[in-house]
């Protein structure tokens, strides 16, 4: 239900203006919000959603959508709620450790790997799957934990009176860099 009220705003294209998908037993913030650059006004009231999508999943890309109402009460990703992760300590495997170094280095502009990358297309491929760490902004090929951060919502929006943070999926290369969090980022699970 929720898949067709979605697929008949996207085909209203940048003129939809308002989404409302309330009680829909929806599970995730739907990726497909980010392909609607006329939204004003999403209702996702009485869901299930426990995370955001890895699409929208940080703060620039979520303030992208240029909201101006937003309302989102009684889901569960809202209540702040810490749970606990299985710690283990950093085990990467060859290809992470490669492609961590190739990434980074490829960001350093090291021409010799720029040049060289070139002649590679399935090296590329995989490295094109990696992420930057939200703590220490390096890349990293496997995710190695999903923590949530509560920001303000965009003073723009108009909002319900009891909506003071929005959780934001960050991604996280290692404990290492967990442990420098600051005090607003909460870890939720290793994956």
Known sequence: MAERLLIRAL???KNTKIVSLNG???TK???ALEKLPGLKTLYLRNNQISK???EISNLTQFQDLKLREFYCERNPMFLKQPTSAIKQEGVWSLQEITSRFIMNQLAEKNLFLMKAIKWY???RSIISQGRKCAICGKFFLTTWLKC?????PSKNWKISRNLQLLPLQILICSYKCFYQRNPNLF???QV
Do not use: R, T
Not at 148 to 152: A, L, M
């Open 148 to 152: 949530v951060e509560f920001v303000p």
């Open 52 to 54: 955001m999508c890895p």
């Open 24 to 26: 829909k037993n929806i």
């Open 29 to 31: 913030m739907p990726s």
């Open 11 to 13: 085909k209203g294209g």
């Open 187 to 189: 870890g939720i699970g």
């Open 121 to 123: 297309p399935q090296v």
